[in-house]
T-cell receptor
Framework: AQKITQTQPGMFVQEKEAVTLDCTYDTSDQSYGLFWYKQPSSGEMIFLIYQGSYDEQNATEGRYSLNFQKARKSANLVISASQLGDSAMYFCAMRDDDYKLSFGAGTTVTVRA | SQTIHQWPATLVQPVGSPLSLECTVEGTSNPNLYWYRQAAGRGLQLLFYSVGIGQISSEVPQNLSASRPQDRQFILSSKKLLLSDSGFYLC?????????????FGPGTRLLVL
């Protein structure tokens, strides 16, 4: 069964605007971690932000914030004030088992000037 | 600070040839190590992970193998490459911290099998 679902294959956003990337997950575990990674055209996977299942506050890292809705099993990434350098593929991932991250299919973000 | 290296960056190999991709991590001890493969425009598929020297767990049975001869060295190998082995191979490391641990990735190796 698919553990991570990203339903938006591609998105366009105007420079300086905010964009929300959707991520839903499936797990029966009480303890798990949710991650977002950025993959620019160079290929390297860059860690952006982490949310633990027991964290009561939504995680934030600079212009990145994670909208965590536990009951709905969603962990959407919000990028504020988009920049041209934000154009990349973004992956949502979950860890709910030993050592293993399950990745979604990714969302391509294109920032327009 | 920790650094992860992968080489080569790009590789073009004929079908049936052997493969050896290397990954090394600096600045940490006893990391968990991972090999992933990514097909073009797709998500990541976990191939192998290791929690210590000589300890390898395989996620997907195929003609690839992995070894960890040293604490911070992880090698992905094949005796005979297939066309379907083409892809982007990423190595990652993490500090064992249970379900909170974050994986950090290397720059990757693009493999094209012809």
């Amino acid at each position: 069964a698919q553990k991570i679902t990203q339903t938006q294959p591609g998105m366009f956003v105007q420079e300086k605007e905010a964009v929300t990337l959707d991520c839903t997950y499936d797990t029966s575990d009480q303890s798990y971690g949710l991650f977002w990674y950025k993959q620019p055209s160079s290929g390297e996977m860059i860690f952006l932000i982490y949310q633990g299942s027991y964290d009561e506050q939504n995680a934030t890292e600079g212009r990145y914030s994670l909208n965590f809705q536990k009951a709905r099993k969603s962990a959407n990434l919000v990028i504020s004030a988009s920049q041209l350098g934000d154009s990349a593929m973004y992956f949502c991932a979950m860890r709910d088992d030993d050592y293993k991250l399950s990745f979604g299919a990714g969302t391509t973000v294109t920032v327009r000037a | 600070s920790q650094t992860i290296h992968q080489w080569p960056a790009t590789l073009v190999q004929p079908v049936g040839s052997p493969l050896s991709l290397e990954c090394t991590v600096e600045g940490t001890s006893n990391p968990n190590l991972y090999w992933y493969r990514q097909a073009a425009g797709r998500g990541l598929q976990l191939l192998f992970y290791s929690v210590g020297i000589g300890q390898i767990s395989s996620e997907v049975p195929q003609n690839l193998s992995a070894s960890r001869p040293q604490d911070r060295q992880f090698i992905l190998s094949s005796k005979k490459l297939l066309l379907s082995d083409s892809g982007f191979y990423l190595c990652a490391w993490s500090v064992p911290e249970g379900w909170e641990e974050t994986q950090y990735f290397g720059p990757g190796t693009r493999l094209l099998v012809l």
